[in-house]
């Protein structure tokens, strides 16, 4: 699951409402909501929703519902954008997560045995694996109910924060907050939740708000450009580097205003810092975008929308209908955008 930079000491965050977000576009970074779905959407004793041939549906439950909640009730535009192939220096992250996710599926095993469903759950949503076959599923069931996605040529959160501040989406929606790092002038955060998030060390669940994050009021706020908030989150580290020990993001701030880059830092410091610091600056200011991205716009299709839910993924047909009239309900608004914003003019 995605972890995502640290920086929420030094955030300013705005709590929001859902209302506050209709008729705005919002560019989702799908394959971090659909890790949540995977995550929450179990059984009690934490077992994924399965088709009766054992496909796992948990992330389609969860796309249909809230995506169309959000779209249906409150008018949200959502766009969904899919990751591409990540950065090279992601591979000791994406390795370290394999990791805690083979511990967490031997220590739900013996948990079950136990017959500790409490403990099996959590750990449990500690498991989730997001496959090929499960994100096409996802794209396929977006297309079906006429939401558009886009796919990445890397980072999702990269490919967002540029259409965001190309203006052909209000905001990017991800609970992590790197999308800041690639430039999004607006965050919102815990969008596609039902309000509680699931804390697996605690065991507990709390009470989520969406919130929005400005670019320029954070940078303000700390005194900071956006190159010094890469620099910062070097220090602090990403997905992409391993951050010094010792050092969160207060002092990382201090360090930031007193030396204004890492090539100025006291050479003590310098020697704990990934001597491939460039690299990961480059991933965040020159990232892996598409400028000329195609959005994948679909209209409802009902016949194929049953066909695929119900007779392939094991999903009740009174439960679709709801869907469908859901988004019909809406006019779904995606459809009444002006077209310009989707497809980028020529320059």
Known sequence: ???????????VKNKIRFEDLSGKTIAVDANNVLYQFLALIRTPDGTPLKSSDGIVTSHLAGLMYRSTRLIGDYEINLLFIFDGIP?????TEITKRRRIREKAALEWRQALEERDYAKAFSKAVMTSRLTKPLIQD???????????????PGEAEAQAAHMTAKEAAWATGSRDFDSLLFGTPRLV??????GREFLPSKGISRRLEPELIVLEELLSHCEMTREQLVDLAILIGTDFNEGVKGIGPKKAL??????GEIGNLPRSIKEEISPDYEEVRDIFL???????????HGALREVELYDF???????????VTKIIERVKKSGSPMRQIDLDVWFPKEP
């Open 254 to 259: 201090t360090l930031m205003r007193e030396y």
């Open 309 to 319: 839910l119900c007779n392939q993924r094991g999903f009740s047909r009174e439960r």
């Open 189 to 194: 955060r815990y969008l596609t939740l039902t």
């Open 87 to 91: 950065p090279k220096s992601k591979g």
């Open 286 to 296: 020159k990232p892996n975008i598409d400028p000329d991205y195609v959005v994948n």
């Open 138 to 152: 996802a794209k396929r069931l977006l297309s079906l109910l006429g939401i558009p996605y886009v796919q990445a």
């Open 1 to 11: 699951m995605g972890m995502g930079v640290n920086l929420a000491p030094i955030l």
